[in-house]
């Protein structure tokens, strides 16, 4: 049975609590509890669990007693465990209220194939278990999931490499850490080529997130230790005076909710030079600030297009950002990838300069949007659709790129169109242009001339009939 199969097993459970009224989000967190358990037995690290607690004492129990006891050993876990157990099981309560579903789930979970899993990597059968989640309309999670080929594309371009501080300051289920941890492990031969202390570095340093949301904050915990993650992932508000901690990184990788704080209020950082109650302008902020004033820092951040465009405090925001850094990259998303339907939204790519002035020269835009199929479950997005845009970013000469899908426009033609960044975008061929569609009064009148000509040939060759009969 391979990873595929098992998550399709345990995603179907949830079928056994919908008589429960639990959601499918509050199936998944349900689920995280209950598999961390088997999960850490069947690594043997069951050591910080208390015995009565693990697995096998759920196992054997039964009915009544098995939905009281699970209670018990949630409140446990959460207030006299330390480390990732207490982060991961704090404030935990089950959602379950039939015993018979417990028990349903706890039988079915120890009958799967976990030799298979773990071959596979209980890493990979996790974040299967999340996709399925954020694929699932109902339950909403595609808001904190960006699709793993978008954070694959935009990690390999980024580069994170090895003593890098790397951070995702919404980090959701912290998909664009694991992703850049992974890059790190392919190129040093899963830390083997570093030093012991770079190594440590890595697993316990390097990669780093923070989530707003408690329920998303517990996922992000268990997707990073079921990847050998120990990095810190913090339980706040990055918008907040909290966030002021998160600063001189050497890599960003970020997917930042979209809209505007509740009721329009503005976030509470004194350092922000711009206040807004727009979250996505507000969190540009914070990252670029974030970022190390050394030259190499770099970030990619999806944003949607109001950020592009956006007048008063977006266009100062835009402003300081290419003069801060070098925004040189531009992708145009597709729409219908995540989010509703017909969101449209861009990654921005910027690397931080070691002066906070004029460090934006050219700004290159790469339009994967206009002139591209619908997206969506039918049609996924794949990593060959982005081989036109890898290739022109990684391109040594980029004005050499014969590609009719990215142009670049100077700073000084970008402050002529006062700091709009709405631009790249090429022809769409479904639009009719009007301005193409030849005069109505020119047509008219060169129709009229032809139909005189034709009526004067006609007339033409009816005198020669008439003459050729008179003979």
Not at 435 to 460: H, M, N
């Amino acid at each position: 049975m391979n990873t595929q199969e098992i998550v399709a097993k345990l995603w179907n459970l949830c079928n056994v609590l919908r008589d429960d009224g639990i959601t499918y989000h509050q199936y998944v967190t349900e689920l995280t509890y209950i598999l961390f358990l088997k999960m850490a037995k069947e690594t043997y690290t069951e050591d910080p669990i208390p015995e009565d607690c693990r697995w096998d004492a759920l196992r054997d129990l039964r009915g009544l007693d098995l939905k009281n006891h699970y209670k018990k050993v949630l409140d446990k876990l959460g207030t006299e465990t330390q480390g990732r157990v207490r982060e991961i099981y704090a404030g935990a309560a089950t959602n379950i209220d039939e015993p018979k579903n417990l028990e349903k789930i706890i039988t079915s979970i120890d009958e799967l194939d976990w030799f298979s899993a773990k071959e596979e990597g209980l890493g990979s059968l996790y974040e299967g278990l999340l996709e399925k989640n954020a694929n699932e309309k109902k339950s909403g999670a595609g808001q904190y999931f960006t699709p793993r080929v978008l954070i694959d594309v935009m990690t390999h371009l980024v580069k994170p490499q090895p003593g890098e501080r790397c951070n995702d300051p919404a980090c959701g289920t912290f998909g664009f850490m694991i992703a850049a941890a992974q890059y790190v492990r392919d190129m040093t031969d899963d830390y083997a080529d570093l030093t012991e202390e770079l190594a440590n570095f890595e697993v316990e340093e390097a990669f780093s997130g923070c989530e707003l949301v408690h329920d998303t904050h517990r996922l992000a915990l268990m997707n990073a230790m079921l990847h050998g993650i120990d990095g810190p992932i913090y339980l706040g508000d990055t918008l907040s005076d909290f966030g002021k901690r998160f600063k001189d990184y050497d890599v960003v990788l970020t997917n930042p909710p979209f809209g505007t704080k509740k009721g329009g209020e503005r976030a509470t950082r004194d350092d922000f030079t711009y206040t807004t109650s727009n979250k996505q302008l507000n969190f540009l902020q914070h990252i670029y600030r974030s970022l190390k004033a050394n030259g190499r820092a770099r970030a990619a951040v999806v944003l949607p297009d109001n950020v592009l465009f956006a007048d008063g405090d977006g266009q100062a925001i835009r402003r300081d950002l290419m003069e801060k850094c070098d925004l040189h990259t531009i992708l145009r998303l597709p729409t219908g990838i995540f989010y509703a339907q017909g969101v449209k939204t861009n990654v921005l790519f910027f690397t931080r300069g070691t002066s906070d002035q004029g460090n934006t020269h050219e700004v290159w835009f790469y339009d994967l949007r206009t002139n591209m199929p619908s997206f969506g479950k039918t049609h996924p997005l794949k990593r060959e659709d982005f081989a036109g845009f890898v290739k022109a970013y990684e391109a040594a000469d980029r004005h050499s790129v014969e590609d009719e899908r990215w142009h670049s426009y100077t700073r000084e033609e970008i402050a002529a169109k006062d700091d709009s960044l709405d631009l790249g975008l090429i022809k769409d061929d479904s639009i009719i242009d009007y301005e193409d569609l030849p005069d109505p009064v020119e047509s008219a009148e060169s129709a009229i001339a032809s139909l005189r000509e034709a009526a004067k040939l006609l007339q033409e060759v009816a005198d020669e009939l008439r003459a050729a009969k008179e003979k």
